[in-house]
C-alpha cells in the first residue's frame, strides 16, 4: 500500500503528468534514442554486475569464437526475456510498483538465491557431464556439455535480466513515466541493445585455451560466487534482520 | 605432495670464508644504517633500540646466507619475525588510534584505512572503467591513512615486483610469515597426500574476486575472504551480515593459516587460497630470477618437490626443468637438493652455469627489499613490545 501511495504521489508530479500527455505525441526515434544512450552510458556497470555469472561460465564451455558467440548470444537473449518479462509484470501488477525498495529487496534476493543454486548446479554438473563411457567421473570433462551449456547460459541469462541492477533500475524508472506497456517494452528493448554493445568483447572468452586448469578454475570461482549470491540473497530475505535497518 | 623419499647423499654447497663473507655483506649493511639509524632524529628510545636490534639481526640473517650458501632457513627466520611481530605494532597503531581493531564504516567512507597489497588485483577493472578504486582511501595524496596516496603505493609493489616476481611472497608479505611459522612447528606432516588440483584455487578465488569486486563496487576480498582480518582489522558488526563477515575472517584463519600448515608443513593459505598469491605469480613471467632444475644432475628422487613450501614443483615439471608458476624463490628446493640440481638462474643464461652468481644478484635486491619494507615492519613490532616492558 506504502509503495503504492508513494507511487501515486510520484505520478501527480508536474513532471510525471507532463511526460503522459505528451509521450503519446512524443517523437519515437527521441525516446528510443534516449534508451540506446540510456543503454549504452549504462553498459559498464551492466557487464560488470553479469561478469561474476557470465565469465565463468563461458570458460566452463567450449573454447573457440563461435561457441563462445552462441553461448553469448543464448545469454543475452534470455536477459532480453528477463528484461521484457519483468517490464510486463510489473507494468501490469502496479505500474513498476516492485521497482520500490522494500519489493525490489524481496525481488533480488529470491532472485539471488535461485542464481546461486542455478550457479552451484552448473559447477557441479560442468564436471560430471562425459561425453563418452568414463568409468569413474572426473573432475573436468572439456567440450561435452554442449546442450548442458546452452541450457546453463538461458537460465543465467532470464536470471541476470531480473536482477535489478542499478541500470535496470533507471531504465525501470524512465519507462514507468511512458503511456503504455508496448512503448515499455520498446524502451527496454533498445536499452538492451544499448547495454549489449558492451558484451561483444566477452566473446575473447572463447579464445581462452581450455585446459583442466581453466575449466576448473571457472568451476571453482562459480561455486565461490554462488556462495556470495546465496548469502547476499538469504541477507536480502531477511531485510531487516540482517541488516539491522 | 605425495612422493616417494629416497635419501642420496647430501651434497653441501661450499662455505665462504668470514672475510669475503663481510665483504658481501658489506652493501646490505649500508642499507640497513640508511634505513635504520637516523642521526638527530626524535624518535623515543623503544625506536632506537628496535630499529638497532633489527639491523643487526638483517645483517646477520644476510651475512649466515653468505657464509653458508643456504638461504631458505635465514629468510625463514625474517619472514616468521615479520609474521609475528606485524600484528603486534599493527594492532598497537588501531587501538591508539581508534581504541578497537574493528573498522566502523564510517572510517571506511572517510578512506581513514591503512592500505594493504592483498586488494591490488581487485582495483584494476573498476580503477580502469570508473577512474577510481573500491577501496576505502584515495588514490593520490588526499589526506586519508594511506598518506602518500594508494597510486604510490602501487608504484612501489610493482617496481619491486617486476624484478623479483613471486619472489614477494617469501621476502615481503607479512601474512606468508605467520603460516610459515605455524608449518615450522611439527617436525613431521600429519597430511601428505592432497590432490594437486588445489592448486588451481587461489586462480579461482582470484577470478572470483575481481568480477566481484568489478560488480559491487567494493573490495570483495577485504570485505568477505581475507584470513588475516583475525589478526589486523575486522569489520566493526552491527549487523547479523557484520557478524557472519567476521565468522567467515576467522574460521579461515583458523583452517588456512593454522591448522592445516600445522598439518601439512606446508604454506596452505598460500598455496590453495591466496588471490595476491595468484596475481603475483603472473610475473614470475616477467621477472628475470627463476629457479630450474639442471636435469643432467636431477636424480627424481622428489626431495626438492617434499620440501616446498608451496607446492611449486611438480613431477611433471621436474622433468622438465623448471618449477611451476607459483614459485616463491624462497631457496627451499635449491638448499634441499643432495645433487644440487635445483638452481638459482638468471632468464637468458645458461642453466647451472655460475647459479651463485644468480643467487646473489636476486638476493641483494629481495633483502634490499626486505630490510626496508620488513625491517621497518619488525622495528615497528620491537618498538611496540618495549614500550610495554618499559
Known amino acids: 500500500m506504502r509503495d503504492r501511495r508513494l507511487l501515486a504521489v510520484y505520478c501527480a508530479s508536474p513532471t510525471f503528468g507532463w511526460r503522459r500527455r505528451y509521450s503519446a505525441r512524443m517523437v519515437a526515434p527521441v525516446l528510443f534514442g534516449e534508451a540506446l544512450v540510456l543503454g549504452l552510458a549504462s553498459g559498464p556497470a551492466c557487464i560488470a554486475a553479469c561478469g561474476p555469472v557470465l565469465v ?71 564436471g560430471h557431464i562425459c561425453g563418452h563411457a568414463c568409468s569413474e567421473p572426473k573432475l573436468v570433462t572439456i567440450g561435452a556439455a554442449e546442450s548442458h551449456r546452452t541450457r546453463g547460459a538461458a537460465v543465467l ?52 585455451v581450455r585446459n583442466q586448469a581453466v575449466v576448473t578454475v571457472a568451476r571453482m570461482a562459480m561455486a565461490l560466487i554462488a556462495v556470495y549470491y546465496l548469502l547476499m540473497g538469504i541477507a536480502m530475505l531477511l531485510g531487516r534482520k540482517a541488516y539491522g535497518y | 605432495m605425495a612422493t616417494e623419499v629416497c635419501a642420496p647423499r647430501l651434497v653441501r654447497p661450499e662455505r665462504r670464508s668470514i672475510a669475503r663473507s663481510l665483504l658481501l655483506t658489506l652493501p646490505i649493511l649500508l642499507w640497513s644504517l640508511l634505513m635504520f639509524f637516523h642521526p638527530g632524529s626524535s624518535a623515543e628510545w623503544e625506536s632506537r633500540i628496535a630499529a638497532a636490534i633489527t639491523a643487526v639481526f638483517m645483517v646477520a640473517l644476510f651475512f649466515m646466507m653468505m657464509r653458508t650458501g643456504t638461504t631458505y632457513r635465514w629468510r625463514r627466520c625474517f619472514l616468521v619475525s615479520l609474521g609475528v ?32 597489497f592483498m586488494p591490488i588485483p581487485t582495483l584494476i577493472l573498476p580503477a580502469a572503467f570508473t577512474r577510481t578504486i573500491a577501496f576505502p582511501g584515495s588514490i593520490v595524496p588526499a589526506g586519508s591513512a594511506a598518506s602518500h596516496g594508494i597510486a604510490a603505493m602501487v608504484g612501489m609493489w610493482l617496481a619491486l615486483t617486476l624484478v ?16 610459515e611459522g605455524v608449518a ?45 582480518k583475525a589478526v589486523t582489522e575486522y569489520i566493526s558488526a552491527r549487523n547479523v551480515l557484520g557478524l557472519v563477515q567476521n565468522v567467515i575472517f576467522i574460521l579461515l584463519f583458523a ?36 629457479i630450474r632444475i639442471d ?3 636431477c636424480k627424481s628422487c622428489a626431495v626438492c618437490q617434499n620440501a616446498c613450501p608451496n607446492l611449486s614443483l611438480s613431477k611433471e615439471s621436474i622433468a622438465r626443468g623448471e618449477t611451476l608458476l607459483s614459485c ?21 643464461t645458461d642453466v647451472a652455469v655460475k647459479p651463485e652468481r644468480a643467487r646473489l644478484l636476486f638476493l641483494y635486491g629481495a633483502w634490499a627489499m626486505a630490510v626496508m619494507f620488513g625491517g621497518s615492519i619488525i622495528a615497528q613490532g620491537l618498538a611496540t613490545i618495549f614500550h610495554f616492558l618499559a
Not at chain 1, 162 to 175: K, M, T, Y
Not at chain 2, 101 to 115: D, H
Request: glycine share 10%.
Open chain 1, 56 to 126: 565463468p561460465a563461458m570458460l566452463t564451455g567450449q573454447g573457440g569464437m563461435r561457441p563462445g558467440v552462441r553461448t553469448l548470444s543464448v545469454f543475452l537473449a534470455a536477459r532480453l526475456m528477463g528484461y521484457l518479462l519483468f517490464a510486463v509484470v510489473a507494468w501490469e501488477l502496479g505500474t513498476l510498483a516492485s521497482l520500490l525498495p522494500a519489493s525490489r529487496m524481496l525481488l533480488m534476493g529470491g532472485v539471488n538465491v535461485i542464481l546461486a543454486g542455478v550457479l552451484f548446479w552448473y559447477a557441479y554438473s560442468a
Open chain 1, 157 to 208: 541469462g532470464l536470471l541476470t535480466g531480473l536482477s535489478l541492477c542499478p541500470p535496470f533500475v533507471a531504465a525501470g524508472f524512465r519507462a514507468a513515466q511512458l503511456g503504455s506497456v508496448f512503448q515499455a517494452l520498446l524502451f527496454f528493448t533498445f536499452f538492451f541493445v544499448g547495454t549489449t554493445v558492451w558484451f561483444v568483447p566477452y566473446v575473447g572468452l572463447g579464445c581462452v
Open chain 2, 85 to 116: 611481530l606485524f600484528p603486534v605494532g599493527f594492532i598497537h597503531n588501531l587501538f591508539v588510534m581508534r581504541g578497537s581493531m574493528g573498522i566502523p564504516v564510517e572510517e571506511m567512507i572517510a578512506g581513514r584505512t591503512p592500505f594493504c
Open chain 2, 164 to 179: 623479483m616476481g613471486k619472489g614477494w611472497c617469501s621476502y615481503a608479505c607479512f601474512f606468508g610469515g605467520i603460516e
Open chain 2, 184 to 228: 615450522a612447528v611439527p617436525k613431521r606432516a600429519k597430511i601428505r597426500k592432497l590432490d594437486g588440483r588445489w592448486r588451481y584455487g587461489p586462480w579461482a578465488v582470484l577470478l572470483a574476486m575481481v568480477l566481484l569486486s568489478f560488480a559491487l563496487f567494493e573490495p570483495a576480498y577485504c570485505a568477505w575472504l581475507c584470513p588475516f
Open chain 2, 255 to 290: 583452517g588456512l593459516v593454522i591448522v592445516l600448515p600445522y598439518l601439512t608443513k606446508k604454506r596452505t593459505q598460500c598455496s590453495y587460497f591466496c588471490p595476491f598469491g595468484a596475481f603475483q605469480s603472473i610475473f614470475n613471467k616477467i621477472s628475470v630470477f627463476e
Open chain 2, 295 to 297: 636435469k643432467t644432475r
Open chain 2, 328 to 348: 616463491m624463490k624462497c631457496g627451499a628446493c635449491v638448499d634441499a637438493c643432495p645433487q644440487q640440481a635445483a638452481v638459482w638462474h638468471i632468464k637468458g
